[in-house]
């Protein structure tokens, strides 16, 4: 994935005004440390998180980079974060495709998937992310492999 510094972060402040800008708290005194989002950082910990797995992990994983040689990078990174956010209770709306229109024609293949995760998995082990924390997030995207790995 060629990275643009400048663009991710103009999409950073873009995608802040579409989601995380417009989350309030709802004021009654409950703890805010209570999501999966929250617990993994909120958004400037989410947005660190897929730019780190993008940028750092799956841009140099040469078993899976050649899938994302001609991908708008910060567009990709926008709407894993909104993923991410929404999947983890942060409120986002997620803006993207659905993961089987996402993938059509990519000939995604389990391992192809399986090194996917371990770059994320990699992002959020740099992140200190608790395990549990991983497991429940792992266990949100998991299933989404079935619309995803289309060939053997
Ligand atoms: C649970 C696993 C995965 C999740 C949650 C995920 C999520 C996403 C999302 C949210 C998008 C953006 C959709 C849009 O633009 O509307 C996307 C696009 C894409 N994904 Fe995945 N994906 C997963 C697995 C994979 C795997 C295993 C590969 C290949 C190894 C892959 C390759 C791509 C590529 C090449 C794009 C297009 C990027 C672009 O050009 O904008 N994805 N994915």
Same mark, same amino acid.
């Given at each position: 994935m060629g990275i643009k510094q400048a663009l991710v972060i103009g999409l950073a402040m873009a995608s802040m005004a579409a989601c995380g800008g417009a989350k309030k708290d709802s004021g009654g005194g409950a703890p805010k440390g209570d999501t999966l989002y929250t617990r993994l950082g909120g958004e400037a910990g989410v947005k660190g998180v897929v730019k780190d797995f993008v940028e750092n992990n799956v841009a140099k994983d040469a078993r899976i980079n050649t899938f994302f040689a001609n991908s708008d990078i910060p567009g990709f990174e926008?709407? =894993?974060? *909104? %993923?991410?956010? &929404? $999947? $983890?209770?942060?409120?986002?709306?997620?803006?993207? /495709? +659905? @993961? /089987?229109?996402?993938? &059509?024609? @990519? /000939?995604? !293949? %389990? &391992?192809?998937? +399986?090194?996917?995760? *371990? +770059? =994320?998995? !990699?992002? =959020?082990?740099?992140?200190?992310?608790?395990?549990?924390d991983k497991q429940t997030l792992l266990g949100v995207l998991g299933p989404m492999k079935a619309d995803i790995v289309t060939e053997q």
């Amino acid at each position: 994935m060629g990275i643009k510094q400048a663009l991710v972060i103009g999409l950073a402040m873009a995608s802040m005004a579409a989601c995380g800008g417009a989350k309030k708290d709802s004021g009654g005194g409950a703890p805010k440390g209570d999501t999966l989002y929250t617990r993994l950082g909120g958004e400037a910990g989410v947005k660190g998180v897929v730019k780190d797995f993008v940028e750092n992990n799956v841009a140099k994983d040469a078993r899976i980079n050649t899938f994302f040689a001609n991908s708008d990078i910060p567009g990709f990174e926008k709407k =894993l974060y *909104e %993923q991410i956010c &929404a $999947a $983890a209770g942060g409120g986002c709306t997620y803006s993207g /495709k +659905d @993961m /089987k229109t996402a993938h &059509a024609g @990519m /000939k995604i !293949k %389990q &391992a192809d998937f +399986d090194a996917l995760v *371990e +770059d =994320l998995v !990699k992002a =959020l082990d740099n992140a200190k992310v608790a395990d549990a924390d991983k497991q429940t997030l792992l266990g949100v995207l998991g299933p989404m492999k079935a619309d995803i790995v289309t060939e053997q």
